[in-house]
């Protein structure tokens, strides 16, 4: 399990083709293909606009709970994924700031 492919379960369950995400963050279709795939790394700020359209797609859910539903549609979430998830993504969000 990856990055690539939570982002990909998220944006299927919110029943987004590629294009549709790529318009509605404003990056390329193969750019999405490349991180869904873990070629290419999902910048912080299209990170979170990734969230946000998912949290639009999905009724009554935050943007963390929109994130975390990708998490959950797979069996049996790996702790170890998911802390490490987390760590690159406040990494990257400290790079962002400084």
């Known amino acids: 399990m990856n990055i690539g ?7 299927k369950q919110a029943d987004l083709t590629q ?3 790529a318009y509605s963050i404003n ?4 750019s999405i293909s490349k991180i869904e795939r873990n070629e290419m790394s999902l910048q912080t700020e299209d990170f979170i606009r990734w ?7 999905l009724p ?3 943007t963390i ?3 975390i539903t990708g998490i959950t549609l797979i069996n049996g979430v790996d702790i170890a994924v998911l802390v490490d998830m987390l760590t690159q993504f406040v ?4 790079k962002f700031i400084l």
């Open 51 to 57: 969230m946000q359209v998912i949290q639009s797609r």
């Open 19 to 21: 294009e549709d995400m």
């Open 5 to 11: 492919h939570i982002l990909r379960k998220t944006r």
């Open 27 to 30: 990056i390329s279709r193969s």
């Open 65 to 67: 709970e929109a994130g």
């Open 91 to 94: 990494g990257m969000f400290i």
């Open 60 to 62: 009554n859910t935050t």
